[in-house]
């Protein structure tokens, strides 16, 4: 019964045999076309678990190749894309524990030999003589005995193209798994053998790349994770860009199985620089043009490549090529913490959240990323310096951000003259493009390099074009960076002159709605006339008085949060910085320019006299214009309003006296005082409702009576009397 039942079996495989080789021969001739439909179908079978199934596959491939070694003609195709796949799982079989397998991959490798050759001659006939002559030297080789895996790896493998090469790669990687049926160390002496192919050129490196990210977790044979992770360091030297592009798309988060393989390919320094440059380009935005992110969102590629950095940096072995590129990372890092906070505060914005980082956030680990690339390139100090007091978290809020970078971009100072070149052209030239996405921090740290006192002179011209582009800049934090840049600057004495070209640009910040840059802008012009000549310094002192005149009653919304709690009488911040530089402007007038600025004088002496009242200003020059009272007290009506209760009385007080000083028919603007008056008899204070209802009192009973033979200075000596609470303004100034 055995008998009938094996005689069956036989005849079913002979007849199998027969039909697969009508298949092929459809049209007389071998259709090679078909062969590779039907090699694809049989190859998988090659790895089953069941032998019999293994033997029935081996043998059905082992027949095909012996038909096709014996024909001399065949329908010709542009390449036979089963070779590379062929020769590795026949490879894989002929080490097998069942006879009749390894016999029929054997005698299946030495037919597939004689069709290969044939097929090769056939195909590159129009191909070069070098090959040619490979092919006419290979006749010596007709007598094929396979004496182990190494003959067969370098025998094949001289005569694959990069696809076949790449398909051979890719089944001994699947073969030194630890879940393969085949044997893992033939696998691995397959995976060995066809990297050291003289010449060998390999395609589709991506697929190799996913395949190690898949199969490595599977892999305990020390020896063959060794010889796994030898073939990733070789693609990564070779093909450094396709290898960063697939392995970042292979896990988004970097998994323990990337991280590992990051590892590897930064462990040689001639991998190292081409991995590092690769990411750099990938923090940059500049996505490769051929091996992207499959159809992943913008951005994703920039922060994949953020944690794959994360992971390189903490590794010692690589710190002298992370020092060579270090200015490149600094910027492409610093670049990417920037979108990544403008990207995270828009979408914050659209769900109503709140500006913070949570602790995995893309945000926190681009932060992360950075205090590891200082710490890495030997900056410890600088690390140190932000870690202190949270100086990082300032580089993760949108509002905060430009300040953090300017903290950041203090480990510029301390590089070499040669990294701080590379930043500065490269800085100027994203300011000159006007990239959008680089431009604020670009600012910060171009404003920073300012410091330097290397830089060359050749670059003055430039430089003062540049500032005056960004003082005028249409983004606020711009031209707030342009000012501090500009206080850079005027720390070195030398580059003061070409500063003053900069008084116009700077006086128009005098104007600004925002008040942390008009103190950036007092700032700025405290530091150049101190710097200037007694003439030039006494003439530019009139043109700055003509603009802070009107910070004298600073009453912003916003100047409550400047004020403590305690401290009813100070004054805002702004208003203190102006009057002190009003003040030292006064010291720097000479000559003919005392004249223009007695104008000024005069329409500051109310302001001063109601804001500043705790001091004595010097009045014996104004006690000869009694005919500017109208003016003094229009400007004394706007301080009605000011939102400090001690202002408020001391404008009330002033009224009350100065306009006994009107002349005999200006009983139109004592009605008009009075009427002003009896608005603050609602206000929320009682002191000022008290002091508005006397002083309109004493007015109305005025009014008929002729004025008070009162001079200017008896008003100064009444209001000063009447003004008996301190001023803190003297201390307010202190204020860092």
């Known amino acids: 019964m055995e008998e009938v039942e094996a005689a069956l079996y036989t005849k079913t495989l002979k007849t199998m045999d027969e039909m697969l080789k009508a298949l092929v021969c459809e049209d007389q001739e071998p259709n090679l076309l078909v062969l590779q439909i039907i090699l694809k179908v049989l190859l998988p079978w090659t790895t089953s678990r069941e032998v019999h199934e293994r033997l029935r596959a081996v043998g059905r491939i082992r027949w095909l190749m012996e038909f096709m070694g014996s024909q001399c003609k065949f329908q010709e195709v542009e390449e036979f894309r089963v070779l590379g796949q062929l020769v590795g799982c026949l490879t894989l079989c002929c080490v097998e524990q069942e006879q009749e397998i390894w016999q029929s991959a054997v005698e299946g490798l030495h037919h597939l030999f004689s069709f290969m050759q044939l097929l090769k001659s056939k195909m590159l006939v129009n191909h070069s003589a070098e090959y040619r002559q490979i092919l006419k030297d290979s006749q010596t080789e007709r007598a094929f005995w396979v004496t182990n895996i190494s003959n067969i790896t370098s025998l094949f493998g001289k005569y694959f193209n990069p696809s076949e090469s790449m398909d051979f790669l890719l089944v001994a990687i699947d073969g030194v798994r630890d879940s393969s049926v085949h044997d893992a160390v033939t696998a691995r002496n397959m995976l060995h053998m066809i990297l050291e192919v003289p010449g060998l050129g390999l395609v589709r490196v991506s697929e190799a790349v996913r395949s190690i990210h898949n199969h490595l977790d599977s892999i305990s044979e020390p020896l063959a994770r060794q010889e796994l992770l030898r073939a990733l360091l070789l693609l990564g030297s070779q093909f450094s860009e396709e290898v960063v592009g697939t392995l970042l798309g292979c896990s988004l988060s970097c998994d323990s199985v990337a991280a590992e393989m990051w590892k590897i390919l930064t462990s040689q320094p001639k991998s190292t620089e081409k991995i590092l440059r690769e990411l750099v380009s990938r923090l940059q935005g500049q996505a490769p043009r051929r091996h992207q992110l499959s159809q992943r969102p913008a951005g994703v590629a920039s922060l994949a490549a953020t944690r794959a950095l994360y992971v390189i940096l903490q590794e010692q072995a690589c710190r002298q090529e992370v020092k060579e590129l270090f200015p490149q990372l600094y910027v492409a890092l610093l670049f990417h913490i920037t979108h990544t906070v403008q990207h995270t505060a828009s979408q914050e914005r659209e769900h109503n959240q709140e500006d913070t980082a949570a602790p995995l956030s893309p945000v926190r680990f681009a932060v992360k990323a950075m205090e590891a690339l200082l710490l890495c390139a030997g900056y410890k100090e600088q690390a140190t310096f932000m870690m202190k007091h949270g100086r990082w978290d300032l580089l993760m809020s949108s509002d905060t951000h430009h300040k953090g970078v300017c903290l950041l971009a203090r480990a510029m100072v301390s590089l070499n003259v040669e990294e701080r070149n590379w930043i500065f052209h490269h800085l100027m030239a994203i300011l000159n493009d006007r990239d959008d996405r680089r431009y604020v921090p670009a600012v910060a740290l171009f404003i920073q390099l300012l410091k330097c006192p290397d830089l060359g002179s050749e670059l003055e011209d430039a430089i003062m074009e540049e500032m005056s582009r960004l003082l005028s800049d249409p983004k606020t934090v711009v031209r707030w960076l342009a000012l501090k840049g500009l206080l850079n600057l005027a720390l070195r004495q030398e580059k003061v002159g070409k500063l003053q070209h900069l008084l116009p640009d700077v006086l128009e910040r005098l104007q600004e709605v925002d008040r942390d840059l008009i103190r950036k802008a007092i700032a700025v012009l405290k530091h150049l006339l101190a710097s200037m000549d007694r003439q030039s310094a006494s003439h530019v002192a ?125 009983q139109d603007k004592l009605d008009a005082i009075c009427d002003n008056l009896k608005g603050l008899q609602q206000d929320s204070k009682s002191s000022v409702r008290c002091l508005a209802s006397q002083t309109i009192f004493i007015l109305e009973a005025f009014k008929n009576q002729p004025p008070a033979c009162c001079s200017l200075w008896t008003l100064v000596h009444r209001i000063r009397t009447m003004c008996t609470a301190e001023s803190q303004l003297i201390e307010a100034a202190q204020l860092p």
């Open 542 to 666: 009139v043109q700055v008085a003509a603009q802070l005149l009107p910070l004298f009653h600073d009453v912003r919304p916003g100047s409550s949060q400047e004020i403590p709690s305690n401290c009813g009488h100070v004054t805002s911040k702004l208003q203190v910085l102006s009057i002190t530089l009003f003040k030292d402007l006064l010291e720097l007038v000479r000559g003919p320019n005392r004249r223009q600025m007695k104008e000024h004088v005069l329409q500051s002496l109310v302001p001063l006299l109601l804001l500043v009242h705790d001091e004595r200003p010097n009045v014996s020059q104004v006690i000869h214009y009694k005919e500017r009272a109208d003016d003094f007290l229009g400007q004394t009506m706007a301080f009605l309003q000011n939102p400090q209760t001690p202002v408020r009385e001391a404008a009330i007080r002033f009224l009350g006296l100065t306009a006994r000083q009107l002349d005999q028919g200006s």
